[in-house]
């Protein structure tokens, strides 16, 4: 079954932001810290950024200072605000546990950045 649903891509232009939400299943949510990842074209998933259960967050040096990680516990949704996008952001988002569970892995949201 889909655990994890990501939301909120688009294609924008470089310097624009974008702001994309991941609805998650309680028991993952509540029980490990979750992240954000994205695959690009020809590229493995890399790691982007990364919120623990209660709050703390950590991000890839790629992302650090133009993207913001957050949550809502009530409603179960990771969020990740993307600011100042770059055409090297570009890329499939796709959220899940910290590590990841191959098994959860869902369809993502595309990221495209182009002028």
């Known amino acids: 079954q889909v655990q994890l649903v990501e939301s909120g891509g688009g294609l924008v232009q470089p310097g624009e932001s974008l702001r994309l939400s991941c609805a998650a299943s309680?028991?993952?949510?509540?029980?490990?810290?979750m992240g954000w990842y994205r695959r690009a074209p020809g590229k493995e998933r890399e790691f982007v950024a990364t919120i623990t259960t209660r709050g703390s967050t950590g991000y890839a040096d790629s992302v650090k200072g133009r993207f913001t990680i957050s949550r809502d516990n009530a409603k179960q949704a990771i969020y990740l605000q993307m600011n100042n996008l770059k055409p090297e952001d570009t890329a499939v988002y796709f959220c899940n546990t910290i590590p990841a569970v191959t098994n959860n892995w869902g369809q993502g949201t595309q990221v495209t950045v182009s002028s």
């Open positions: 309680g028991s993952i949510f509540t029980n490990s810290p």
